[in-house]
């Protein structure tokens, strides 16, 4: 079992950054695919990033590309999502997400389905 906890949400004005971190403890993160995913205020939770568990590959997607980055530290047992030039629609509560069968897969996974380990969130809110 493997319990996430994100911290680094905020409020910020659009155009600004921050940088959301997720915490793995229970186990080691290291064979488990990774993803982070966001919930608007009535709107259905959607993908926003994912990173192969040898970090060789990402994929993001196309509203944050170019503007969010996802790495890991297994040593740390961290991910992190790097949100620069942020606008008032990224606005949602941020989850972390761990897919334990990421190191038999070829890919990541964009579906939150494919998720095994969640984390409860951490809010951002971007003011226009």
């Known amino acids: 079992q493997v319990q996430l906890v994100e911290s680094g949400g905020g409020l910020v004005q659009a155009g600004a950054s921050l940088r959301l971190s997720c915490v793995a403890s229970?186990?080691?993160?290291?064979?488990?695919?990774m993803g982070w995913f966001r919930q608007a205020p009535g709107k259905e939770r959607e993908f926003v990033a994912a990173?192969?568990?040898?970090?060789?590959?990402?994929i993001y997607s196309d509203s944050v590309k170019g503007r969010f980055t996802i790495s890991r530290d297994n040593a740390k047992a961290t991910v992190y999502l790097e949100m620069n030039s942020l606008k008032p629609e990224d606005t949602a509560v941020y989850y972390c997400?761990?897919?334990?069968?990421?190191?038999?897969?070829?890919?990541?996974?964009?579906?939150?389905?494919?998720?095994?380990?969640w984390g409860q969130g951490t809010q951002v809110i971007v003011s226009s």
């Open positions: 997400a761990a897919d334990k069968n990421g190191f038999v897969r070829y890919t990541v996974q964009v579906d939150s389905s494919d998720y095994d380990y």
């Open positions: 229970g186990r080691t993160i290291e064979p488990y695919n």
């Open positions: 990173i192969r568990w040898t970090g060789s590959t990402t």
